[in-house]
T-cell receptor, first 113, second 114 residues
Framework: EPEVTQTPSHQVTQMGQEVILRCVPI?????FYWYRQILGQKVEFLVS????????KSEIFDDQFSVERPDGSNFTLKIRSTKLEDSAMYFC???????????FGPGTRLTVL | AQSVTQPDIHITVSEGASLELRCNYS??????LFWYVQSPGQGLQLLLK??????LVQGIKGFEAEFKRSQSSFNLRKPSVHWSDAAEYFC????????????FGGGTRLMVKP
């Protein structure tokens, strides 16, 4: 069964450094998402992406964040200058149509020191 | 804006006992409703979903959920819990707009006693 994959599984970085989290959505999917989950808290929406542009973004997704689909398979989340409070599990999700289930990747745990 | 409330942060049940996890949502129209399960250190796995039609939906692992519009609820049930069901359960709601983001509840952590 096709699945969403994410790399790396765990990223440790110093405050102020740039990080890029990578996702490979399911191949025929058209809608892509990033969510995050701070330890012990609920999953929060960050951004949705369709047709090579952002469809919707939350208040969390400020100008330190950006997303890109650089080729036909990868979907990346970049944090330009990481802060301690960016430490969280970041999940990528995708689906083919808006009415479909979103399939989630296993997540990348980001630790900012 | 939509919101989801899961009133129970922790629930402990004995193995073999029945289970009901509560979920209430706030949204002006009929939303799309989901239950996801997260095992420790793992991602989110879909248990079941409701889009339209029959208000009682069946999912994987023997779970079911019932959409009650009058109560704005979508409670998750299982008649007999197994030790492997211990996990965190998230209810989520989506609208059918272009962004279609999922809004999650705070989660319910299920512990299963032998």
């Amino acid at each position: 069964e096709p699945e969403v994959t994410q790399t790396p599984s765990h990223q440790v970085t110093q405050m102020g450094q740039e990080v890029i989290l990578r996702c490979v959505p399911i191949s025929n999917h058209l809608y892509f998402y990033w969510y995050r989950q701070i330890l012990g808290q609920k999953v929060e929406f960050l951004v949705s992406f369709y047709n090579n542009e952002i469809s919707e973004k939350s208040e969390i997704f400020d100008d330190q964040f950006s997303v890109e689909r650089p080729d036909g398979s990868n979907f990346t989340l970049k944090i330009r200058s990481t802060k301690l409070e960016d430490s969280a599990m970041y999940f990528c999700a995708s689906h083919l149509r808006p009415t479909d289930t979103q399939y989630f990747g296993p997540g990348t745990r980001l630790t900012v020191l | 804006a939509q919101s989801v409330t899961q009133p129970d942060i922790h629930i402990t049940v004995s193995e073999g006992a029945s289970l009901e996890l509560r979920c209430n949502y706030s949204y002006g129209a009929t939303p799309y409703l989901f239950w996801y399960v997260q095992s420790p250190g793992q991602g989110l796995q879909l248990l079941l979903k409701y889009f339209s039609g029959d208000t009682l939906v069946q999912g994987i692992k023997g779970f079911e959920a019932e959409f009650k519009r009058s109560q704005s609820s979508f409670n998750l049930r299982k008649p007999s819990v197994h030790w492997s069901d211990a996990a965190e359960y998230f209810c989520a709601v989506a609208t059918n707009n272009a962004g279609n983001m999922l809004t999650f509840g705070g989660g319910t952590r299920l512990m299963v006693k032998p």
